[in-house]
């Protein structure tokens, strides 16, 4: 299987994330074979069957190991695990698949076994050459004391399957036996494909060092997962999918990501559904190459930089991201060329991603200074972006486009960093966007913008908890936001604002809510000064804003 040429990753990713919504991931079918028990049946998602629809479902079993069929078995065909401390038995179908030495389960053969029990001290493994294993986890716990409790060496994939109000716990150990570069270091472990479904519970603890990690393609179709890990909580290599369910991940390194930087067409990252939260000692959504938000709700409660991808394109769902670093940073590598002082452009491709410009300055809205404009994106064209970073809030290395969708931030204090950041240009055609920060490095949206906006730029930074008013010429409120955290500028842009026209800006009244963006009242408000809509100014510093945005120019 192969993912979009990078030429078509953008498109192609929408079009997949269309097709999972069109499918109806979200609406679980039940098509196994049950028995007297709820927890036999399994379920898939139902697949339109003609049309566009059914042409776009293709294309995530084209671009994914998962279809429909993962979750399709015979449940009078399963073989049954009994887990026990020095007594586990198997029985049924496969039994003869499956050798028990000790504590050490070992399953060698495809099929679909149902584990339940418990092992204070053992360890699962799978080892079935390129047949497709599925595991029912029904009431299961495994714990080691000397590496993994799920150990994946070999299979075409593997279906981790949580049975119907169920709760299985999976723990690794704190110090592994086999310290090997080729040797598992995760809670759950995976060298082949790997599906998690059902509606029960898991909990994985990572105690050693990951939490779940394949190093092949991942795919999280259900589940209410717990994760906790010394280090990466959940890690897909070539890809790592949320198609649904609850992730909850705390982690010491990056919480949720795909990691396969060395093949451009692998390595990409996509929430389509289900609810992901992420507190991370380091990135908490990260992927190597594309990261695509098109439903579902991510919140990052806790990072250094909230989330990270060299493209990033957002279309829909609820994303809220805190961060002691870059809340969305489109980035990756060492990028392409370097302004000197002269103009001329001297060449640095070194760890540059495919199909990176040559060189050059970026354009209005950004570059400038010693910035490149490398191979990078950051595209938001729906769903509710929400952001609090002591770093840049919204930052590209190369460019970004605000087509659609309502976007906050809440930027630094320090004018280090600003609460927009891109290096090229900042393209906003549609959309609400209000971003709160510094003005040492303001960046504001660049001439290729068709829609207008203002900017605010106080005398004086104000306060966490300033209500400010955004009203045109008639007294109507435009906007109304409350500030999270000290600011010092603010830049407006939607619909409701129209180029060339003056707006006031006003702090005081009332708003409906502590902070963000929301509807109040003028009455009691303080007018502090005028602005243009369209009329911007760079900020001081390297990678500055610009002169963007449709309208005259300060």
């Known amino acids: 299987m192969t993912f ?31 028995d007297a028990s709820s927890s036999s049946a399994a379920s898939a998602p139902s697949v339109a069957t003609s049309g566009t629809a059914a ?51 070992t399953i060698s053969a495809g099929g679909t076994y149902r584990i339940s029990g418990k092992l204070s001290d053992g360890e699962l493994v799978v080892a079935a050459g390129d047949e497709v294993v599925r595991i029912v986890l029904d009431n299961a716990t495994v714990t080691s004391s000397t ?60 105690n050693y060092n990951d939490g779940i990690v394949t190093k092949d393609g991942l795919v999280l179709a259900a589940g209410n997962v717990t994760v906790k890990a010394v280090d990466d909580g959940i890690m897909g290599k070539d890809y790592t999918v949320l198609l649904d369910g609850s992730y909850d991940v705390t982690a010491g390194g990056d919480g949720f990501k795909a990691s396969n930087d060395s093949d451009a067409n692998r390595g990409w990252l996509l929430v389509a559904g289900g609810k992901l939260t992420v507190a991370a000692g380091d990135d908490g959504v990260k992927a190597a190459t594309s990261l695509t938000i098109s439903d579902g709700t991510v919140t990052v409660s806790k990072s250094n930089e909230g989330l ?60 400038g200074g010693m910035d490149t404009v490398g191979d990078f994106t950051l595209d938001i064209s729906g769903g509710e972006v929400t952001i609090n970073a002591e770093g840049d809030g919204l930052d590209s290395n190369g460019t970004a486009s605000i087509s659609g969708g309502t976007v906050v931030v809440n930027g630094p204090t320090n004018d280090g960093n600003g609460a927009l950041d891109v290096n090229g240009d900042l393209t906003v055609s549609g959309g609400t966007i209000v971003a709160a920060g510094s003005s040492g490095m303001a960046v504001t949206p660049s001439e290729t913008s068709t829609q207008s906006g203002v900017q605010i730029t106080f005398d004086a930074a104000v306060s966490a908890g300033t209500i400010v008013h955004i009203a045109d010429a008639t007294g109507a409120v435009v906007a109304t ?74």
């Open 55 to 105: 042409e776009l479902a293709s294309s995530i079993a084209e671009s994914t190991h998962f279809d429909a069929d993962d979750l399709t078995w015979d449940a009078a065909k399963e073989t049954t695990i009994s887990l026990a401390d020095g007594a586990s038995t198997a029985g049924g179908n496969d039994a003869a698949a499956v050798a028990l030495d000790g504590d050490k389960i």
């Open 4 to 34: 979009f040429s990078r030429a078509h990753r953008a498109t192609s990713v929408a079009a997949l994330a269309l097709a999972l919504a069109l499918a109806g991931c979200s609406t679980p079918s039940t098509i196994s074979t049950a």
């Open 308 to 367: 990270e991808a060299a493209h990033i394109a957002i279309s829909g769902g609820t994303v809220n991201v805190t961060s002691t670093d870059d809340g969305l940073n489109a980035a990756g590598g060492s990028s392409t060329t370097t302004d000197t002082a002269a103009g001329e452009a001297e060449a640095g491709t070194q760890g540059a991603p495919q199909g990176a410009p040559a060189g050059g300055m970026g354009g209005g809205g950004g570059g």
């Open 481 to 554: 936001f409350v500030t999270s955290k000290q600011a010092s500028s603010i830049v407006f842009s939607s619909t409701t604002v129209t180029a060339g026209e003056t707006y006031t800006v006003l702090t005081g009244g009332t708003a409906d809510v502590k902070t963000g963006l929301s509807t109040g009242s003028t009455t009691g408000a303080t007018e502090v000064m005028a602005v243009v809509a369209g009329e911007y100014t760079s900020g001081g510093g390297m990678g500055g804003g610009g002169m963007g945005g449709p309208g005259d120019r300060s």
């Open 147 to 206: 590496g993994s409790a799920v150990d994946i060496q070999s299979a075409n994939e593997v279906l981790l399957f949580l049975a119907d109000g169920t709760t299985n716990t999976l723990s690794d150990a704190a110090s592994y036996a086999d310290t090997g570069t080729d040797a598992a270091n995760a809670a759950v472990y995976s060298l082949a494909d790997l599906t998690i479904a059902g509606s029960g519970k898991l909990s994985v603890n990572g």
